[in-house]
């Protein structure tokens, strides 16, 4: 069973505006990361951030971890026409193999 | 970042084939590789992970018979759609844990879509 919710499930935004999708995950986790999904392709690593973190930075993006809240939330600044793409979360308990369980995604349209 | 490649990127096959698509590792060795499946406008549903070596473990509710992993070395695996019917049809998409630093991160290949007719 999938993990994580996402929220909004769509956002549609100007180009230069900044967008924020948060992601509720139900279970405690070693590990939560971002992907970027492009429509039809494969999946590509964000940033992750651990347990252990509350915020993290990458270019444009920024991630923060509620671990009380079992919440997340990817801010991306000054979007850009080429961030339109769904965005997911994908979250990994500790121990054994880490499977990685991916939350429902939320689609990102930025407006020229 | 690391690199993972599948083959084919698309596939259409008559029902009742068996379709094999392959998962490499391109530049980093992979003891663990994942198989996900993604229908239209949804998310990824883990299908079993696979270690180098080893049976592969299934989630619960994907038919082990119906969809074969083969974990043959550190940079390939490979799945397997046995008798494919349309229902079957779906982008799956492999991943792999890299073995660079804490080996967290899963690297995605580009995915394989896959129409049974």
Redesign the interface.
Known sequence: S?QGEEDPQALSIQEGENATMNCSYKTSIN?L?W?RQNS??????LI?IRSNEREKHSGRLRVTLDTSKKSSSLLITASRAADTASY?C?T?TSGG?????????TKLQVIP | GAVVSQHPSRVICKSGTSVKIECRSLDFQATTMFWYRQFPKQSLMLMATSNEGSKATYEQGVEKDKFLINHASLTLSTLTVTSAHPEDSSFYICSARSDRGRGETQYFGPGTRLLVL
């Open positions: 999938q590990i990361q992907y039809g392709r494969g999946l590509v690593h992750l997911f994908a990994a193999y880490q499977k990685v369980t991916f939350g429902t995604g």
